[in-house]
Structures are given as C-alpha cells and as structure tokens.
C-alpha cells in the first residue's frame, strides 16, 4: 500500500487553532482524494457540563445538529484533537473512533457504508506549539494506523472544490392540519409523530415527480426545464459507485445539462459563483388507476370535541454535487434525504409546544468567512433579533 497523503483545502489556522477541542474533519465523497479536508466542524455537544474529555461527546444531540449544518454531499472523514498532553498515536486513535461512531449515527451509508474505520483520518494537534500529526486508518491485520507520509496545504482550494460541482437546491413549503381530541392532548404527540411520518412517506413514493431547472434564467442559453421520476430512483445506491461512470452511450439526465457552458462574469471558483439547479417536487396522483370503478365517498363524524392546529413547515434545502452526477441518483440520495433530516429537525423543535406554541421556523443558508461551501441554519423567527434563544 502506498504512503498516505492529505490534502487540507480550509486555512491553516483552522486545523491548527490554539484551544483545546475536538474537531470533525469534513470531506466529499466525490474529491478525487478521499483524504481531502474542506473544512472542519467543532464538537458541539458533551455528556457532561463541563466536559471531562473532548471525548465526552454526546453523539445524539451532535448528529442532529450536524445533519442540518452540513450540506448533503460533504461527510466526515475523520477528526482531530487539540490537547497538550498524550500519545499523539493513541489520541489519533480515539479521534478515529469518534469519526467512526458520528458516521453511524449520520448513518452515512450512500457512500460506500460506515461499518468500517479504514480510510479515515486521526489527528493530534499540540495546543501550545500548534505541531499537527495525521493519521490514516488502513486494512493491515484488520485494521492499523498509519502515519501520513505528506500533508499538502492546497493554493487554490476554491477551484479544487467548486471547478467540477454544483449546487442542487430544493424548497419545499409544507402545510399540515392535525385534529387533536381535547380530551386527549396526551396523544398530539402520535398524532403529529405519524402524519409526518406519511408527508416522509410520499417523499419516496413512486409517483413523486421532480421538475428540473436552472437558476439562471436571465442567461442565453437557459437549458430547457426538465422531469425525473421517482418510479426509476434507486434509495439504495452507493454514490461512490453510481452511475456517473456508465457507458457514455447510456442517456441519463446529469447536473451538468442544467449548468451553464458559459458565463458573462469572469471564471471566479466560489459557492456564489456555482450554477444552481432548481429542484421542485411535484406528487402526481392523477394517473390512469389500475382498476375501474365508481368514487366512493365514506363519511366519519367527530363524536368528540376536537381541536385543530395547523403546523407550517418551509423546507430549504442546499446540496452539493458534481456536475457528471446523473439526476437520477443526485435526488433520492441528496435531495430528498435533505428534505427528511430538515423536516425532522423542526419537528423535534415544535414537539415540546405542539398545543401551546405557533412556532416559525426558517431554514437559511450561509457561507461563513473562511469557509469554502455553505451551511445550513434554522431560526425561529417568533424569537426577533433575540438570538440568545436560537
């Protein structure tokens, strides 16, 4: 096996900041080096207040933030410890088994499973000298640590990440009723845990459609607008080997036919330059029925007093993608995935005060200074310009 090598495409500072702490390092499956770092995320969430061990990590509160956070298309690939004192060896390993365990709970089983630590990066950086020493898992004797023969700091990350990528973009609004019987507030939570289970449901339902466009429809030479359907979506395939790679006499629809071949302003690589495919999902159940047969009509009284809450949900979400990725695979493994982490996530928010609160929530996306791809935020808009309560 050769040496193995990382690529860091986020500033040096960030991998080497002076405080102690870990962080998750964050990659793409769809760099040509699976070891290249784009950027790293702080642990957020511990067991314990204060945390006894950067290891202290409460794993369940962490992905949940992290499924929204981070764009689909990005996965951790592996983490890195800042402390003063310890084996660098044995740190980089504790590093790795904290990689391994968020991409269980990420369940980040599109690229290619997450059962094994192969191939993942252990790091241990010393707080007072800034001195940062990689590790990478490989398969010898079931599994070893290797040194990282070479770390380059990339010159031009910006045009590593954004020259061959896209950026698919779904909004979604969403608008559900729930009857809850006033005697029985206790079951509003089955209640809105199994409705939103359906709305989850029809995200996978064959008859899902999916309208297809660019953002820039000022431009010249606008692709036509365009429809994939759910019936040939495969929830199943390993991006990692999708069918990008097929024979070229094969037709599928790619991001690239709704990317623009030529821009008037100047070849500037960054997230606001990308082309932005335009995902609008559409459930068709006016299709021809199997069977015929005359409308049946069936008429259920309310025997109790009930009440009715009205819950809004504005999904927007932002994924990120080659440009030779084929639609067919770019949308149930990105998109709609996207879609149900959101819609998740706002509900475990409005759970707690389903009867007494009308809450607003809003997904926003940003690129943060230093960053080199965006990031996605809800806020709760009842809260103002209060933003301790966020």
């Known amino acids: 096996m050769e040496d193995p090598g990382v690529r860091i495409l986020c500033p040096k500072p960030v991998i080497t ?84 365990k968020i991409r269980k709970c990420l369940e980040v089983d599109g690229f290619g499973g997450t059962s094994e630590k192969h191939g993942l990066i252990g790091a241990a950086a010393d707080i007072v000298t800034g001195d940062t020493h990689f590790f990478v898992s490989c398969k010898e004797n079931g599994w070893s640590l290797k040194p990282v023969s070479s770390v380059v700091y990339d010159t031009d990350p910006e045009q590593y990440v954004w020259e061959t990528a896209c950026l698919l973009h779904c909004k979604l609004p969403m608008t559900v009723p729930l009857y809850i019987p006033v005697d029985k507030k206790s079951s509003a939570t089955e209640i809105h845990s199994s409705i939103l289970e359906a709305a989850v449901a029809n995200f996978k339902d064959s008859r899902l459609a999916c309208l297809i466009e660019t953002s820039n429809k000022t431009h010249a030479e606008v692709p036509p607008p365009a429809i994939v359907h759910a019936v040939d979506f495969d929830f199943n395939i390993d991006l990692s080997a999708s069918r990008a790679a097929e024979d070229p006499g094969v037709k599928l629809l790619r991001c690239s036919d709704f990317c623009l071949e030529s821009k008037s302003e100047p070849n500037i690589f960054c997230p606001e330059n990308a082309d932005v495919i335009e995902v609008m999902l559409l459930l068709n159940r006016s299709k021809k029925p199997l069977e015929s047969g005359a409308p049946l009509t069936t008429y259920f009284p309310v025997d109790e007093e009930t009440k009715l809450v009205i819950l809004e949900f504005n999904l927007d979400v932002l994924c990120y993608a080659p440009k030779d990725l084929p639609l067919i695979d770019a949308l149930p493994k990105l998109i709609i995935p996207g879609l149900i982490d959101q819609l998740t996530a706002m509900k475990k928010i409005v759970l707690p005060d389903l009867l007494t609160s009308h809450h607003q929530l809003q997904p926003y996306h940003f690129n943060p200074s230093g960053l080199l791809h965006p990031i996605t935020a809800i806020y709760e808009l009842t809260y103002g310009e209060t933003e301790m309560k966020q």
């Open 17 to 100: 900041r002076n405080e102690p702490g870990l962080q998750w390092l964050i990659g793409s499956p769809f760099f040509p080096d699976p070891l290249a770092v784009v950027s790293t995320f702080r642990c957020m969430h511990s067991t314990t207040s204060p945390p006894q061990s950067v290891f202290s990590i409460d794993y369940a509160k962490e992905s949940e933030d992290l499924r929204v956070l981070l764009l689909k298309g990005f996965h951790i690939i592996g983490a890195l410890v800042v402390q003063k004192d310890g084996s660098e060896e044995q740190i980089a390993s504790q590093a790795i088994d904290a990689a391994l």
